[in-house]
């Protein structure tokens, strides 16, 4: 496994950590279809009525040039509807649903206790997307 991997399932690890502490129930990781893969697929338990949450979990390092959140330009954020909306249809969710964001930033890539979690509900709110 490369350093990036490594990095990567560490994120997503601690970004499951944080979801189960607001009650979100975890429903699917590492998701793949025709589309691409989908980083976490959970439960909002606490949101009325629930809604099912496709969450794109990243990860840099401090002193990069790219935020967590910058690191997703239009190509990404396409690649990420498509395979969420197709995750949803063959699920047959018919109850509502949203692309969350959790960035994860290390102070040192060496340096795994050390880093800020941020949480972005609902990225795609607002807009108008067309497959």
């Not at 997703?72 to 909306?85: D, E, Y």
């Amino acid at each position: 496994m490369t350093l990036a991997q490594e990095l990567g399932r560490f994120a997503e690890d601690i970004a499951v950590d944080y979801l189960r502490s607001l009650n979100w129930l975890i429903i699917g990781r590492n998701l793949r279809n025709e589309y691409g893969e989908l980083d976490i697929a959970a439960l909002d338990r606490m949101s009325r009525p629930e809604e099912l949450v496709i969450v794109e979990v990243r990860c840099r390092t401090l002193g990069m040039i790219q935020s967590p959140f910058d690191s997703i330009g239009p190509k990404k954020l396409r690649t990420l509807i498509n395979s969420a909306r197709e995750f949803v249809n063959s699920s047959e969710w018919f109850g509502f649903w949203r692309i969350d964001v959790i960035g994860i930033t290390l102070r040192n890539k060496n340096d795994r206790e050390n880093f800020e979690l941020e949480h972005i509900r609902d990225i795609t709110e607002g807009m108008n997307i067309l497959s």
